[in-house]
């Protein structure tokens, strides 16, 4: 496991938000982790466009402490997810439960959501270049889980899934259009098992 705190610290708007969300997550006891695109962004040295921040528990009841603490005064919650946006003038910032989502063959939307931890969150995101996350509690701050190689993956530049890609698209179809999303953004390729998945699954 690595600390990239110095990263975080080149933005300094994004690493003030994230200390504080750190010191609310120590003072309510609850683990707190940034992920997903912020994590990526960071690491290619690109500048984030939001904050997405995940939490051991009720993802809302955090977001309406953070929100008090940066003097926002209402947040834009969903209570099916346990998740809620913060209108922050300065970042966007999303809060989320660490959760579990299972789907049924008729809707790309979640039909039920489980709470989990770190791990059980992470596997079940899109892409391993997404499925990172940095600690930001106080003492642990800057510290980077990538559970299944993400950054190898970015180096590499190339698209790929924490799960089988027939698992991960399976589930939710709509990510063999996010594939295709973040290869045409970033310029990286789609990883031979993903698009042989995607090409038996596209019909």
């Keep these: 496991m690595s600390n990239i705190r110095e990263l975080i610290a080149s933005h300094p708007e ?90 049924d063959d008729k809707s790309h939307k979640p039909t039920k959501m489980i709470y989990t931890d770190l791990k059980g969150d992470l596997i079940r995101r899109d892409f391993t270049i997404n499925a990172m996350a940095i600690d930001i509690l106080p003492k642990s701050f800057g510290e980077l889980h990538d559970p299944y190689s993400g950054i190898k993956d970015l180096q590499a530049q190339q698209i790929t899934t924490p799960l089988d890609p027939d698992n991960t698209f399976g589930e939710d179809p709509l990510r063999m259009l996010r594939a295709a999303y973040f290869a045409s953004q970033l310029i990286f390729e789609i990883d031979i098992k993903c698009y042989d998945s995607i090409i038996r699954q596209k019909d």
């Design 14 to 103: 994004a690493e003030k938000v994230l200390k504080l969300a750190g010191h609310i997550g120590f003072e309510l006891e609850k683990q707190v982790y940034v992920v997903g695109g912020f994590v990526r962004d960071i690491l290619m040295e690109n500048i984030p466009k939001e904050i997405d921040l995940m939490v051991v528990g009720d993802g809302i009841k955090f977001a309406e402490a953070l929100a008090k603490r940066l003097g926002v005064k209402k947040i834009v919650p969903f209570k099916e997810f346990s998740t809620a946006k913060i209108p922050y003038k300065k970042i966007g910032i999303e809060v989320a439960a660490a959760r579990i989502e299972s789907y």
